[in-house]
């Protein structure tokens, strides 16, 4: 149970690093696109929100294949499909159950169902604050 815990705490940490990585480095992107970050064009909103989602993707997709890649190296699953999709389903909370782990490593799933909500709530956080500071820099333009 303990290798568990450890294995687990350090996932999502790495996880967790990845995630706030990849949302900074969006927002320096943005910013050097011109967004509110830095300032926004009013006519940019789509292709920033658009680009701020990719980097959202992209950092979910990350995490969900370094979960898949830690259970293909503790044996759990044997192909790459089967751990990917366990690791999908579990992210995202949804936990099907019709693929699942041995008693021996059952922790690792509620692992990354928190993984999961903590991802979620930071790549939301992050768009919400994107289409916030978007926004008002159009509201504000348009108003001069």
Request: proline share 1%; charged share 10%.
């Amino acid at each position: 149970m303990l290798t568990q815990l450890i294995i687990g705490g350090a996932t999502i940490l790495l996880n967790m690093g990845v995630m706030v990585g990849i949302v900074a480095l969006a927002m320096n992107v943005l910013r050097k696109m011109g967004h509110p970050f830095g300032a926004s064009a009013s006519g940019r909103f789509f292709a920033t929100f658009s680009g701020a989602v990719l980097f959202v993707v992209l950092a979910n997709t990350l995490c969900i294949w370094i979960w898949a890649i830690l259970f293909l190296g503790l044996n759990v699953f044997s192909q790459i499909e089967e751990s990917l999709y366990f690791s999908i389903t579990s992210y995202t909370t949804v936990g099907y159950g019709d693929i699942v782990v041995g008693k021996e490593w059952r922790l690792l799933a509620g692992f990354i169902s928190v993984n999961g909500l903590l991802a979620f709530g930071v790549a939301t956080a992050f768009l919400f604050e994107v289409m916030r500071q978007t926004s008002g820099r159009r509201r504000n333009n348009e108003h001069s």
